[in-house]
């Protein structure tokens, strides 16, 4: 298990490293542009690969488990606060400044407060809660408590329900990978338990809406409107009918279906696409298929990553991009850690 650990970890950072090159290109970018890139190009680079805010998100929360060794959501914001403030130049989302300057500005009570003042009080439905998510997956003993710890996480930084249910969904992606053994997945099976998780999601929302309505009958209401979430759910049934039609799909149907962009509900659904369409022949057809679907390429790649880490385990990592990427020594230290951390949990249980 722990090779699978550092997997997860390392996976999510080769993505991010190697992702990065393409972010923000426009429609798909050609196979052979993309292994040329990640496969040969880079023997050349002298300077370690950079990675971007995905992976300074990610390190921020294997900080705060490994120092409290458990899930605090106040030192999980003050340790996002410290890393942006201490390299804010790693490619951070334009508005997500703004929630860390009002968090170490205000110090509240409620580190979710910040967030939920973003974009007319609807909150942030950008990637990045489901970009760093994979320790949480990995620090978590069951289901339900990957689903908690995922919310909570989203809600310091997102609180628009798209981003927060990207977050739940990739964490669970990345939990649910880490039984399995290589290389026979049963894809079906791995997306019917996503689509569980999804609609009990959805459930759990419309429900908690229409008593939201209740009490405000009557009432002027100061909220903001509902806002209308997005049916991962839906998305999820297109994949399992795309991929069961058993053939090589282009980059640009597949781009198409889920979209590549900065919103969670494009890039997750992408990235959970590439490592079930290509991440089951191997990890580095995982990464490179999801670069090749264009867009937020770091982010889609680490997310990719982070899955097909979890399910091949770190030896399966090409050796070249372990030598070539930043911060992987870091990353397997920080699984390490993880690792021990769950294993006296487990215990103490
Ligand atoms: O989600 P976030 O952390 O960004 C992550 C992305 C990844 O690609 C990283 O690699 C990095 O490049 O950035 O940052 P946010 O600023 O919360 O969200 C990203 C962007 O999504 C915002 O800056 C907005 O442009 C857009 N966005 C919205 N636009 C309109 N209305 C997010 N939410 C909204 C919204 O509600
Ligand atoms: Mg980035
Ligand atoms: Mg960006
Ligand atoms: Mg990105």
Known sequence: MLHKFRGTLVGALVGDCLGSNY??????????EVTDYTLNRIKDEKEPIPYTDDTAMTRAICKSLTEEKKYDNRSMAKAFVQEFYKEPDRGYGAAVGTVFQRLRDTNPEDV???????????????????MRISPVALYSLSSSEVQKNAKENALITHAHINGVNGAIL????????????????????????????????????EESTCSEEKENSGHVSTSSPPKKPFSYFKKIKEMKELLNKGETLKPETVVETFGNGIRAEEAVPAAIFSFLHKGRVSFQESINYAISLGGDTDTIASMAGAISGAYWGMNEIPELWKSKCEGVEEAVEFANKIFELKKERKDDN
């Open 23 to 32: 972010e923000g290109v426009v429609g798909t970018i050609l196979w052979g």
């Open 112 to 130: 979710t407060l910040p967030a939920r003042s973003q974009f007319d009080g609807q909150g942030s439905y950008g990637n990045g809660a489901a």
């Open 170 to 205: 990739q964490a669970e992606a990345v939990f649910r990978s880490l039984p399995l053994e290589p290389p026979n997945l049963n894809t079906d099976k791995f997306i019917d338990d996503l689509l569980e998780v999804a609609k009990k999601l959805e459930q759990e929302y």
